[in-house]
């Protein structure tokens, strides 16, 4: 809800945030960057072009997963980390939305001094249940506390979809509560007094103002939650909604094992054990189906020490926010955009939707009617059809993770037109220049010296292969390539796509298994039946469902049957 402004675009930072927000920095800040010369523009415009230049038929690029895992890297992405500006003169230090279409490179200190991180960089589920308060704005504190079901402050306040009495495609669920909250309800309710009132609106901070803005009125069709990137497109969304519905049956659950205090203890209660089964999950569901499972043992067996040497090196004071590596967050861990589909079986009404649809029924898209700014009940996701394993269907899995990102990625929507910045692969190589990240083969160079890894590098035919090769020979990035087409190609010559290759895994595991197993009040560092470590076994088992995996947890929210 205060992440961003408008469009995800970043936001300039309050003091408050200057003094409480952590900081990116670099886990090789002394590794060389791919060649940047007066061509590379061009050479990266061809890339770019040749990624989406493949003609593979969507049906044909299918992983082993299910849809679910490419949404829930979103989710997690939006949970731990979110770029902020310390000022206005930031911009143009990280900035690659420029009319001259300049993007060299930034200098390292220039741009770990310019940016900061919205969230705390932990996996603690702010980005669902938003800031603590008082944030210092008594209107944005309201809203943050609207987010609470007034009836019932233990749990999360959310929304109806239109024409939901006449039930969801699927049959499920029987709770009709499958949308999120939106400022209609607050703004322009069917019955009774606004909750939140013009006059509350005005009295916003600016960048929360815009976020909740369209064409400068306010966004009745608005996500009212912790993060608006969360309402971008209607996977995450529903995704969103899952989460919040496993809270409140998770209160439910509390209850009916006796469990007694105010409203605010029961919910701090809640969210303690929605957060634990949600880290449990990121590490044993999550973290094993993408990443290559011999560097997976090596990060959480070595205890995540790349990313304890990088705290160090940050000089981190346990209890501030997590730092954050800029090689993950710009480069590696976008490696889910290229598992992105072009078309879902999304229930019974949408055996087939196309990607575009998906920002069509969002806070910002053409789609939701005017008169409820409610999802339609026809769009609620079934989950059997998205989250389940081993379907027979081709369209029911991700697409491989590979250099060949699906088309629909050519043009990002809901978001204004700036040049080809638009372009999601665009998009990714300009934003590794800029921000002047390290170069795949210089930081396997930095891991294997430091902590003994025989990591081999991709062999020049490796790299060069397929229809993105002779781009990549152009722009001389066979000896020094962007770590983000370098996690994919790896991917995609040594693990047929299916799952991360060593390199790939090392920077993303050792990233997301580092932030929880450094975490004092993670499941990790939590007593437990488990090797003497928290497991779901010891939870809470909401709807009588044990959650140890993603199907199980729609099960415990309803959403799927038992």
Known sequence: MIGTGPHGAPRVATETERRKCGRFDYFFPDAESPLYTDDTPAHLTALQKAIYDHGDPDDLNNSALPPVFTYLGQFIDH?????????????????????????????????????????????????????????????????????????DRAKMWLGVPAGAEGGFPGGLPEDPAADLLRLHRLMAPPTGAPLFTPADFDALPDEVKKAFSKDQEPNLAAAVIGDPRNDENLFVAQLHMAFLRYHNTMVDALRADGVTGTEDEIFARARRQVTLHYQWL?????????????????????????????????????????????????????????????????????????????????????????????????????????????????????????????????????????????????RNLKRGVRMN???????????????????????????????????????????????????????????????????????VAGTIAGLILHDPQSYWNTEGSHEGRWHPVDGVRASGQLVDSLPNLFRAALLLES
Request: some cysteine.
């Open 437 to 507: 990240v390290p170069g795949a083969q210089p930081s396997i160079d930095a891991l294997n010296a430091a902590y003994g890894f025989d990591l081999r590098p991709l062999t020049q035919t490796e790299l060069t292969s397929g229809r993105t090769g002779d781009a990549l020979q152009k722009a001389d990035y066979t000896a020094n390539t962007p770590i983000w087409f370098y996690v994919l190609k790896e991917a995609e010559t040594r693990q047929a796509g299916q799952r991360l290759g060593a390199f790939g895994t090392h920077i």
């Open 282 to 426: 990121v590490m044993n569901v999550y973290l094993p189906a993408i990443c290559d499972p011999v560097a997976l043992q090596q990060v959480t067996g070595g205890g995540a020490q790349l990313y304890k040497d990088f705290l160090a090196a940050c000089h981190y004071v346990p209890g501030k926010p997590f730092p954050m590596p800029i090689e993950f967050v710009v480069a590696a861990f976008r490696f889910g955009h290229s598992m992105v589909r072009g078309a879902y079986d999304w229930n019974d009404a949408f055996t087939r939707t196309e990607f575009k649809n998906l920002f069509d029924f969002t806070g910002n898209g053409s789609q939701l009617p005017k008169s409820e700014s409610a999802l339609p009940a026809r769009w609620v996701i079934d989950w059997r059809r998205t989250a389940m394993p081993n379907s027979e269907f081709a369209i029911r899995s991700t697409r491989r993770i590979d250099t060949n990102v699906a088309l629909p990625l050519k043009t990002m929507l809901n978001e204004p037109a700036k040049f080809d910045e638009n372009n999601l692969a665009a």
């Open 79 to 151: 949970d731990i980390t979110n770029q902020g500006l310390v000022d206005e003169d930031a911009r143009r230090i990280v900035d690659i939305f420029k009319p001259d279409g300049n993007f060299d490179p930034s200098h390292r200190d220039a741009v770990t001094q310019a940016i900061f991180n919205v969230r705390t960089g932990r996996f603690d589920l702010d980005s669902l249940y938003g800031p603590k308060v008082p944030t210092g704005n008594p209107a944005l504190d309201k809203l943050i506390g609207l987010m609470r079901f007034p009836e």
